[in-house]
């Protein structure tokens, strides 16, 4: 139906789709439930090791599954900061990424985590790996008629992982975050959401961290340059400049904390 | 714009069947097909909390819900509630003065209540965050956070 009816919208819970309906933003010509597919709810463990989480599943759901632990608690710190508990018992995993707001939670979140999102649509099903899968502002690499029908993440590896969020207020849309992940073997991962179009990432430079933490000057340098890598917008929220001068902040401020974590943990 | 759904809704324990467009609001049909009024359209943006009601034991925004879609699940709103926790936060918010204009009241009560069915002695910090989604534009938030408190410490086993 999707693939037949032009301007057919899928709906997952509404968080977004209906709001923009209400606005008049959008006239769908039709609207296409996700909701009663057994295979989009729910999280479940994978033949790798790792985590299936469906498509339809509900922040909160994400927000409070212990298997989301280690390097993969992170995704579930996202989850807890969105918007307020009703929106959460009502928003979903793909219905969000979907929509690709790059102020949102998940995307930066999704990046760090080396998640890959499984899509499905007329031709079949793919994955695409989440630093691919966010494209521009409001635009993911789903075809026409494609849906997303799972997050996919990767065994959980021992380590300490987190998101952390600049909002002017709980619940509101970040001016900035930065989700971050350290692996006892040593290697870092770190995605910044909110200041540009799509997650800002460098895995070569993350590269060259592996293990360096504990050096303040490798570690900004780092950070400054994930800051000149982003090209942030003036909004309600806070402006450009601002934003750019926040990022190296979050940045030293996320890895220090989760360097510290580790240091306590062993 | 978009084709006609027709289902049945359980809403506060009466069954009826609906005709509707498929884009219509759960809010939408309580308020203007059935004059159910104590969700409040306020936003209609599922910022303000104001039409807060709860459907299969959730609370969710009324105005971000599609009617069709809660075909299956009971939806409940304040007016369907005789239960005693509801029963003594509505006191509880009278006695000690947590409404001023009224028009968050019943999101807030819903939040609450939902809060106090998981939490039944929440700390101020968990009575805030569950509350966190309800905007009171009269900011009375104080006496709504204490009444809440209160309504725990007599319903708390």
Not at chain 2, 46 to 71: M, N, S, Y
Not at chain 2, 120 to 141: F, H, K, M
Not at chain 2, 145 to 154: F, I, P, Q, R
Request: proline share 6%; hydrophobic share 45%.
């Amino acid at each position: 139906m999707l693939a037949n009816v032009p301007e057919a919208r899928p709906i997952a819970g509404g968080a977004t789709l209906v709001a923009m309906i209400n606005a008049d933003l959008v006239r769908p010509a039709a609207l296409v439930s996700l909701d009663g597919i057994a295979e989009l709810s729910g999280i479940s463990g994978t033949a790798a090791g790792g985590l299936r989480i469906g498509a339809m599943t509900r922040h909160r759901e994400t927000a409070s599954d212990p298997r989301l632990a280690d390097s993969l608690r992170l995704v579930a710190e996202a989850a807890a900061v969105i918007a307020n508990p009703v929106v959460r018992n009502m928003g979903t995993m793909g219905g969000s990424i979907a929509f690709s707001d790059p102020c949102a939670d998940y995307p930066s979140a999704l990046v760090a985590a080396r998640a890959e999102i499984e899509v499905a649509g007329p031709t079949g099903r793919r994955r695409v790996p989440a630093a691919e899968f966010f494209v521009d502002w409001y635009t993911t690499a789903l075809e026409e008629g494609e849906i997303v029908v799972a997050i996919h993440l990767p065994p959980a590896v021992a380590g300490v992982s987190t998101y952390r969020k600049i909002a002017r207020t709980a619940g509101d849309f970040a001016i900035a975050a930065c989700a971050a992940v350290v692996e006892d073997g040593g290697a870092v991962r770190v995605a910044v959401g909110g200041c540009g179009p799509v997650p800002i990432a460098d895995p070569a430079a993350e590269a060259g961290l592996a293990g360096r933490l504990a050096e303040p000057g490798v570690v900004r340098a780092f950070a400054a340059g994930l800051a000149e890598m982003a090209d942030p917008m003036s909004d309600v929220r806070g402006s450009a400049a601002y934003r750019l001068r926040l990022i190296p902040r979050l940045v030293e401020a996320t890895l220090g904390d989760l360097a510290g974590m580790r240091e306590q943990a062993a | 714009m978009t084709g006609d759904s027709d289902f049945k809704l359980d809403i506060n324990g009466r069954t009826r069947r609906f005709d509707v467009p498929a884009t219509t609001t759960l809010l939408t049909l309580l308020r203007d097909e059935l004059n159910v009024t104590s969700p409040k359209r306020g936003c209609n943006q599922g910022v303000c909390g104001a039409c807060t009601v709860e459907v299969d034991g959730w609370p969710v925004r009324a105005c971000l819900t599609l009617a069709a879609g809660c075909a299956g699940k009971p939806v409940r709103t304040i007016e369907g509630a005789g239960d005693a926790l509801t029963g003594a936060l509505q006191r509880s918010f009278v006695a000690l003065g947590a409404v001023q204009c009224g028009f968050c009241t019943s999101g807030m009560l819903i939040s609450a209540r939902d809060l106090l069915r998981r939490v039944p002695r929440p700390t101020i910090e968990q009575v805030q965050a569950a509350l966190s989604g309800n905007i009171c534009r009269c900011t009375g938030y104080r006496k709504i956070v204490d009444a809440v408190l209160a309504a725990a410490e007599e319903c708390a086993p």
